[in-house]
């Protein structure tokens, strides 16, 4: 059995966030269009505006009010004011694979701060997200479950950093040339299902056509879950395709527990089945994450039992597994695994018919990799 420091293993007792602090400020981002339309209409501005503000926002990606001429000039601050307020300050911005990684420290209106990474490849971009301030998910092994949840982010926060990093790449501030993004994973800090209602806005938001959204497509969305059962359970139902990622980390609910907390409230059959449900209804192929650790999960008869585990909801190609070799944080005393047994593990899981991919690491050496966000100012 592993040996897992205990105070890191205690079960988080809420899913949500302390009610009752001061909110973000309200931005075009966090509504849809009637909503933006309504909002201003009662703050007794004209409600045509909303369009030519969700206009600079999405479609240009403008973030200097002098240069949204076509509002009247007597009325812009005000405008501007009550949809487009500021709601983060990036505070650092640090680079690796000659520019093409770039993660962002951010800081939130009440001085909460957290991080997103841009990665460009020659075919897509990727944009990592963070959904809340910290995490109350306690996962032992990842830098941002030990400080504890902080806050849910709003809809309009998870939103602006995908804004910031798609302006970036329009304003041809990242090596490559000008570019889109193309995709955007909930990888960052916090666990997206914990914020289900912000999250499911953002990806409307995302998704919804230019100017009223980004117009994504929601193929390019993955959202990762630790495996909020319920929260599945609804999201299967929201009819929207976003590929559904789930950090399993181990295939017995023995170790799980120790791994993934939340383990002891659903079980790895329990949280199995609510991802096979997903793929079968969305049709679309769900991902199972796990962070491939040196004698703790990566045994070759854990690969065999995950394999089974898998295989026990059928072999029509539902899932595919995404090993990640483990980024130790600062204090941990785990390591990666061997690559002779990760080898062995990708050949197992394999031959029992289970698409496997390694992860890159993209962006180790600036702590911008999977698990490493852990949002301290230093
Ligand atoms: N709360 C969500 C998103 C978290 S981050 C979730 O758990 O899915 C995305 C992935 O990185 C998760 O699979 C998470 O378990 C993994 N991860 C966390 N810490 C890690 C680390 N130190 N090394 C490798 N992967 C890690």
Same mark, same amino acid.
């Given at each position: 059995m592993p040996d897992v420091?205990?105070?890191?293993? $205690?079960?988080?007792?809420?899913f949500d966030a302390p009610r009752g602090r001061a909110k973000p400020p309200r931005h075009? &981002?966090?509504?849809?269009e009637p909503g933006r339309k309504a909002l201003l209409e009662e703050m007794?501005?004209?409600?045509?505006r909303a369009k030519q503000l969700s206009h600079h926002y999405f479609?240009?990606?403008?973030?200097?009010? $002098?240069?949204?001429?076509?509002?009247?000039a007597g009325r812009r601050d005000e405008l501007v004011a009550a949809l487009?307020?500021?709601?983060m300050t990036p505070l650092r911005t640090l680079e690796a694979d000659r520019g093409t990684t770039r993660k962002t420290l951010w800081r939130l209106f009440d001085g909460a701060l957290v991080e997103s990474v841009l990665m460009r490849y020659p075919d897509r971009v990727t944009i990592c997200v963070s959904s809340? &301030?910290?995490?109350?998910? &306690?996962?032992?092994?990842?830098a941002t479950g030990q400080g504890g949840l902080q806050r849910n982010m709003s809809t309009a926060e998870i939103v602006e950093q995908v804004v910031a990093g798609a302006r970036s790449l329009a304003r041809d501030?990242?090596?490559?040339g000008r570019g889109r993004v193309s995709n955007v994973v909930?990888?960052?800090?916090?666990?997206p299902l914990a914020n289900y209602r912000a999250v499911i806005g953002a990806v409307r938001r995302l998704t919804d056509p230019s100017p009223a959204?980004?117009?994504? $497509? &929601?193929?390019?969305i993955t959202v990762s879950t630790v495996g909020l059962v319920p929260r599945i359970k609804q999201l299967t139902d929201e009819g929207i395709p976003v590929t559904l990622a789930l950090s399993?980390?181990?295939?017995?609910d023995e170790l799980r527990n120790e791994l993934v907390p939340i383990n002891t409230r659903f079980s790895v059959d329990e949280t199995v089945a609510a991802a096979w449900n997903y793929a079968k209804v969305t049709k679309r192929r769900v991902s199972i994450e796990y962070a491939m650790m040196r004698g703790i999960n990566d045994q070759a008869w854990r690969a065999d039992l995950l394999a089974e585990v898998l295989n026990g909801y059928g072999d029509w190609g539902w899932v595919h597994v995404n090993l990640i070799p483990l980024n130790p944080t600062p204090g941990s005393k785990w390591t990666a695994s061997d690559p002779a047994d990760e080898r062995e593990f990708v050949r197992r899981l394999e031959a029992h018919g289970i698409p496997t991919t390694v992860r890159d690491t993209r962006g180790r050496e600036i702590d911008g990799a999977c698990g490493q966000l852990a949002a301290t100012e230093t």
């Open positions: 420091p205990e105070g890191a293993v $205690s079960l988080p007792l809420v075009l &981002a966090d509504l849809d007794g501005l004209p409600g045509f479609g240009r990606l403008a973030d200097d009010p $002098s240069e949204m001429t076509d509002l009247p487009l307020p500021d709601l809340q &301030a910290g995490c109350g998910m &306690a996962c032992p092994f990842c501030e990242v090596p490559g909930f990888m960052g800090m916090g666990e959204g980004l117009g994504m $497509s &929601a193929r390019g399993l980390h181990a295939p017995d």
